[in-house]
């Protein structure tokens, strides 16, 4: 997994724009990779998952990429709000991905 | 449907004193349980989890602890806290069945050691 212990990176946008959060991975016997959401002062609250054998899924104004060629995971937020603001953390699915990578800030601009 | 309890929501401790945080799981049977903690601006740790009653794996040393004294109910604990136990206490369950990877977390403790 990845470091749990350096400060988040952050990601600024402009309400209304696309978003696009990304994410490295070590693991790659993930079966499944999950992208959480977490606001302050809340736990993280499940967004969207995709298996191990897809390249994309695509959920309510949510599409996650998958590239295990290069073990990478995106989050693309289209019109993104401001109640879209939180930390978003992905992971590998399975007993082995319980370690949370350190997440991206999300901040939205009006 | 399921829930999950944390509680308390805030705590103010001072150094070298005990800690008892409890988690509580309803409307399941049998679940995966965890601790996480967050320091401020930064992510998760996980810090021990549990697969069955009595049967806690502890990621992480550190004068903290953990116990599953029932099936849905998780404690973390402390003889003595330190300035560093300070955080964002998160507890979590996750199904063993079907889609076991999913994560449900609950509403967090604030921690300050001081």
């Known amino acids: 997994g990845e470091s749990v212990g350096l400060h988040l990176p952050t990601l600024s946008v402009q309400e209304g724009d696309n978003s696009i959060i990304n994410c490295a991975y070590s693991n790659s016997a993930s079966d499944y990779f999950i992208w959480y959401k977490q606001e302050s002062g809340k736990g993280p609250q499940f967004i969207i998952d995709?298996?191990?054998?897809?390249d994309k899924r695509q959920g309510q104004r949510v599409t996650v990429l998958l590239n295990k060629t290069v073990k990478h995971l995106s989050l693309q937020i289209a019109a993104t709000q401001p109640g879209d603001s939180a930390v978003y953390f992905c992971r590998g699915g399975g007993a082995d991905g319980l370690t949370f990578g350190k997440g991206t800030h999300l901040i939205i601009q009006p | 449907s399921q829930t999950i309890h944390q509680w308390p929501a805030t705590l103010v401790q001072p150094v070298g004193s005990p800690l008892s945080l409890e988690c509580t799981v309803e409307?399941?049977?049998?679940?995966?349980l965890y601790w996480y903690r967050q320091a401020a601006g930064r992510g998760l740790q996980l810090l021990f989890y549990?697969?069955?009653?009595?049967?806690i794996s502890s990621e992480v040393p550190q004068n903290l602890s953990a116990s599953r004294p029932q099936d849905r109910q998780f404690i973390l604990s402390s003889k003595k806290l330190l300035l560093s136990d300070s955080g964002f206490y998160l507890c979590?369950?996750?199904?063993?069945?079907?889609?076991?990877?999913?994560?449900?977390f609950g509403p967090g403790t604030r921690l300050t050691v001081t």
């Open positions: 995709i298996r191990s054998n897809m």
């Open positions: 549990s697969v069955g009653i009595g049967q």
């Open positions: 979590a369950w996750s199904t063993r069945e079907g889609r076991g990877y999913e994560q449900y």
């Open positions: 409307g399941t049977s049998n679940p995966n």
